[in-house]
């Protein structure tokens, strides 16, 4: 690790992920040195492997909390022993109940031993970072503004240890959700933070100009779309993608 953090850009956020021998290796490391990750991803460990001692340390682990850590384990079809021995650790976290540690489980009957490595590693990291995807509701379109979204990834931001933008889609999602509810205004200010993001991008500001026509103010939206149409003529964007822009330009124009 000293390794990797000198001559990786590391950021002190860390996942350690194993299969079959290294599952047990990850189980051992969770409970006896959790502070070294922050995620581990135990899949078809051989945790009937030395039970006891993975059960006491189990018991320690929950006395001595050293920060929050989030556990992925699961078990394929490759044998009863790894299928009581994983079943016997969840039932271990189940009695012991450590407060520091988040965990999920998953049963792959249809993988063998080998064949599970890859379902299981899609959908632990889907599980473990499902946070970075965030999801518009119909409560935010109509009682939330952009703060909530700006907030939400700063958060996340915190959390991981370096700036995570805004996705595009979500700023389009949310503004949308807010237009279906009538807060046309609300919309716009999302669209400009949209903007103010990715000033470069022609998409950005043919939303907001979208955004300001839903409000019926023509003039912006006029303004907004020619900018979109610059912004793509100097990225050298698609010819179609600036002809159907020019089309919009002459659509909102009309609305004058």
């Given at each position: 690790m000293p390794y990797i953090n000198s001559n990786y850009p590391t950021n002190g956020y860390n996942t350690l992920i194993g299969h079959s021998n290294a599952g047990t290796l990850a189980l051992?490391?969770?409970?006896?040195?959790?502070?070294?990750?922050?995620?581990?991803?135990?899949?078809?460990?051989?945790?009937?492997w030395s039970d006891e001692e993975l059960k006491n340390n189990i018991i320690k682990y929950t006395k001595n909390p050293k920060g929050d850590q989030s556990l992925f384990i699961s078990v394929a079809s490759e044998g009863s022993r790894f299928y009581t021995g994983v079943l016997n650790t969840l039932v271990n976290l189940e009695q012991q109940m450590p407060t520091q540690l988040k965990w999920e489980y998953k049963h792959y009957p249809a993988f063998s031993h080998m064949g599970t490595i890859l379902p299981a590693l899609s959908d632990s990291l889907i599980h473990l970072f499902g946070?970075?995807?965030?999801?518009?509701?119909?409560?935010?379109?109509?009682?939330?503004?952009?703060?909530?979204?700006?907030?939400?990834?700063?958060?996340?931001?915190d959390k991981y240890g370096f700036e995570l933008k805004i996705p595009q889609d979500v700023y389009v999602e949310f503004a949308h959700s807010q237009q279906n509810f009538?807060?046309?205004?609300?919309?716009?200010?999302?669209?400009?933070?949209?903007?103010?993001?990715?000033?470069?991008?022609?998409?950005?500001?043919?939303?907001?100009?979208?955004?300001?026509?839903?409000?019926?103010?023509?003039?912006?939206?006029?303004?907004?779309?020619?900018?979109?149409?610059?912004?793509?003529?100097?990225?050298?964007?698609?010819?179609?993608?600036?002809?159907?822009?020019?089309d919009m330009v002459n659509e909102a124009q009309e609305n004058l």
């Open positions: 051992y490391t969770l409970v006896n040195q959790p502070e070294l990750f922050n995620n581990y991803i135990a899949i078809s460990p051989n945790s009937w946070d970075l995807t965030f999801k518009v509701t119909e409560e935010h379109g109509r009682f939330a503004d952009v703060s909530l979204i700006t907030g939400y990834y700063q958060a996340l931001s009538g807060n046309t205004k609300k919309a716009i200010t999302t669209l400009k933070q949209f903007t103010s993001d990715y000033p470069n991008a022609a998409y950005s500001h043919m939303r907001l100009s979208q955004g300001y026509t839903a409000d019926k103010q023509f003039k912006e939206a006029v303004t907004s779309m020619k900018h979109a149409l610059e912004l793509a003529k100097q990225n050298s964007r698609d010819s179609m993608l600036i002809d159907a822009l020019k």
